[in-house]
């Protein structure tokens, strides 16, 4: 605790102090590193980098992207097939239109996805694997049978016309056409 001063003296003042130094800054005594800062000379080298970093970030990108889609689709399901209380459906337009929105910040929207959905990333990979295991009973039970020889053979006739036969009933360009309902 400080002592009183009397009135009329001026406490010394205090430099500032820079930031990042002086008491509490480090509490364990350890000196943190600089910022790595460029060089101009390795600058044509740091674009290179940029590119392999955009990379993940694309495949970041088309994560949320799925994340969300896999969220509003479940949210539209919901709207159409459950008896939701009117309460429930502006809860689900509003949040549907939250997670479509350009302006929202990213931490909203997955606030919104996590308050609506739990978990949702672990709910998305249970939802991949059911439809995984769909397509795979489809396709075992959709087998591919060896079609046999007589049917082979029939299927492959072709019906030919000849000319000068069959196409005799063709009426003439000079005769008015009709239909003979009766």
Not at 78 to 102: D, F, V, W, Y
Not at 126 to 136: G, S, T, V
Request: glycine content about 8%; some cysteine; hydrophobic content about 30%.
């Amino acid at each position: 605790m400080e002592a009183l001063q009397p009135m009329g003296q001026k406490r010394p003042e205090r430099k500032p102090e820079p930031v990042g130094g002086g008491r509490g800054a480090n509490k364990k005594g350890k000196k943190q590193p600089p910022p790595p800062q460029a060089e101009p000379s390795a600058q044509g080298q740091g674009r290179g980098a940029e590119e392999v970093a955009g990379v993940p970030e694309q495949d970041e990108q088309l994560r949320l992207q799925r994340e969300l889609d896999w969220c509003v689709e479940q949210l539209e399901l919901g709207l159409r097939t459950h008896k939701s209380t009117p309460k429930q459906a502006e809860q689900a337009a509003r949040a549907i239109k939250t997670l479509r929105s350009n302006r929202a910040e990213l931490p909203k929207k997955r606030q919104v996805m996590r308050s609506l959905f739990g978990d949702y990333r672990a709910r998305m990979e249970e939802d991949r694997k059911a439809a995984l295991k769909a397509m795979e009973a489809a396709g075992r039970s959709a087998r591919m049978l060896p079609v046999e020889e007589a049917v082979r053979r029939k299927s492959s006739r072709v019906c030919r016309h000849r000319s000068g036969r069959g196409m005799s009933s063709v009426s003439s360009p000079e005769e008015e056409f009709r239909f003979n309902f009766f």
